[in-house]
């Protein structure tokens, strides 16, 4: 390829850069670089590592350096996240786990290794600066429903999160719940019918405890009306839980 060709290259990635925020991280994909093009780009994007001007992550993987007065600041965990969680724009995973249920504020504890579910693929990162392990995503993950699903896994595993003190933790997705439109409950309830039973009956409790009725018929038919569920809830923290066996 010709020192002019190379030298246009490097123009529309600097040109493509301007329109990248300081730190938000990107792929060639988000550079318009065409295949035959990778080689070149690959040696501009090695000057541009070189003149501090972008960094790499990992392989193939860069970011804008965010300058403060306490030095540069690196990208949160969710923006280094994101190429793994979308594809061609389209959004196929989402982070669960314990880094999850600590921004929820159900545990203090801080995880090594960050846990993303997809049903498209699994998704396991072992680099110095990030760890990253599959977990099981019970439907298909888009830009519409992964927020669903967060909740839903916080239900899920709500016994297993550790550090997790209950009646604040209960308290916590009530108060998520009461913020969800009418509409919103009723999607999570359809999503909720592909989770285990124990996900169904705590949000059945849940919901009827912030007065909801019409949604609940699906989720109290999913379930057999003799099993029982064991969370750890006294009747104290959720005065529902009776009605659905949760104990």
Known sequence: MSYLCNMNITKKIEKKLKTINEGETFTYKELSIEKNEYQSAAKSIERLIKKGIIKRISPGIFFKPKQTVFGELLPKEE????????????????????????KLGLTTQIPQTIKIASR????????SNLKVKPAKSYVDVTNKNFQYLEILDAIKDFRKIPDLNIETGV??????????????????????LKYPPRTRALLGALLEEIGIKGELNDLK???????????????????????????
């Open 221 to 247: 038919n999913s379930l057999n009306p003799l099993s029982e569920y064991s969370f750890g809830i006294k009747k104290e923290t959720l005065k529902t839980a009776e009605n659905w066996k949760i104990k």
């Open 171 to 192: 308290r916590i997705l009530l108060n998520i719940l009461k913020e969800l439109k009418k509409e919103d409950i009723k999607k999570i309830v359809k999503n909720s």
């Open 120 to 127: 498209e693929k699994e998704i396991k990162v072992n680099k």
């Open 79 to 102: 923006e280094i996240l994101k190429p793994y969680l979308y594809k061609n724009g389209n959004r196929i995973a989402y982070i669960t786990g314990i880094y999850l249920y600590n």
